[in-house]
């Protein structure tokens, strides 16, 4: 079994200083942790992968592709391969699960 606790995981994003940590790879899908925070801009581009967004703390605003939703604690985002998203208007800081199918590079 692989199991994970959320504030060991933020204490090893922290020490490797970038703001995506990815814990988890196997042969269909990876999961990583995404940081944020107030007042942040979201640097990233389109991916080859589908994803699914898993907010564990925060809010902010999200658009993928035309369809823009306020996220906080407890949602849950859906983003096809290819389409543009980004994370904006970060109120509060901003922890997202991230899931990658197939495994992000």
Partial sequence: MKAF???ELEAER???NGAY???LRERNM???LYALNAGELDPQQPHKEDEVYFVVSGRASITVGTETRQVGRGSVVYVPAGVPHKFHHITEDLRVMVVF???GS
């Fill in 5 to 7: 606790r959320l504030d």
């Fill in 21 to 23: 940590l990815r814990f």
């Fill in 14 to 16: 922290i020490a490797n």
């Fill in 101 to 103: 199918s197939p495994p």
């Fill in 30 to 32: 990876s999961v990583g």
